[in-house]
């Protein structure tokens, strides 16, 4: 089974500073691993993706992640927040063997950006 | 592209009251989910269909809860009998087989008084 941990519910950063929010994530399997952002009364978007190849994934609004095996991380960065940043994050897994497509969603962090 | 849609987008209702939740996926997408997300959670898996073949559920899906997609195109879920603990936002997503990228819908938020 497949599940991720994000640590920190709550995340604030100064306008300009850079954002670094936390995903660690337990496969038995290599994964696909995920981030959504939601803004208040909408859906998920999604922001980036790793699935194979390159560790390094560059997604929207400037946000990239890298994939660490080793570590079993995938923590998402951005290096200068923008007022528009505030929002909800998630990090999700998904096996990539079988029939298992469901994402498994971690609780979220909240991003708070202040002038 | 229209993107992934539900109807309603807010639906207050009465205990032991039915309701019925509407999906219309991205159109050539032949998988389409549905996740429940309560206040402060994540979105948590409650089903999955493949054209008109419900694949999986979760065990959170109750005998109460029901989804069907009758010919692979919109979905719907009912909750019959609801009650004060299934209010929450019901996320409907669609996806193609092979790239496994969920599109979300913006939700149906339900509130059971």
């Known amino acids: 089974a497949q599940s991720v941990t994000q640590l920190g519910s709550h995340v604030s950063v100064s306008e300009g500073a850079l954002v670094l929010l936390r995903c660690n994530y337990s496969?038995?399997?290599?994964?696909?691993l995920f981030w959504y952002v939601q803004y208040p009364n909408q859906g998920l978007q999604l922001l980036l993706k790793?699935?194979?190849?390159?560790?390094l994934v560059k997604g929207i609004n400037g946000f990239e992640a890298e994939f660490k095996k080793s570590e079993t991380s995938f923590h998402l960065t951005k290096p200068s927040a923008h007022m528009s940043d505030a929002a909800e994050y998630f990090c999700a897994v998904r096996s990539n063997t079988g029939t298992a497509s469901k994402l498994t969603f971690g609780t979220g962090t909240r991003l708070q950006v202040t002038l | 592209d229209t993107g992934v849609s539900q109807d309603p987008r807010h639906k207050i209702t009465k205990r032991g009251q039915n309701v019925t939740f509407r999906c219309d996926p991205i159109?050539?997408?032949?998988?389409l989910y549905w996740y429940r997300q309560t206040l402060g959670q994540g979105p948590e898996f409650l089903t999955y269909f493949q054209n008109e073949a419900q694949l999986e559920k979760s065990r959170l899906l109750s005998d109460r809860f029901s989804a069907e997609r009758p010919k692979g195109s919109f979905s719907t879920l009912e909750i019959q009998r609801t009650e004060q603990g299934d209010s929450a936002m019901y996320l409907c997503?669609?996806?193609?087989?092979?790239?496994?990228?969920?599109?979300f819908g913006e939700g149906s938020r339900l509130t059971v008084l």
């Open positions: 997503a669609s996806s193609l087989a092979r790239t496994g990228e969920l599109f």
């Open positions: 790793y699935t194979t190849g390159a560790t």
């Open positions: 496969s038995s399997v290599p994964p696909y």
């Open positions: 159109s050539e997408h032949n998988r």
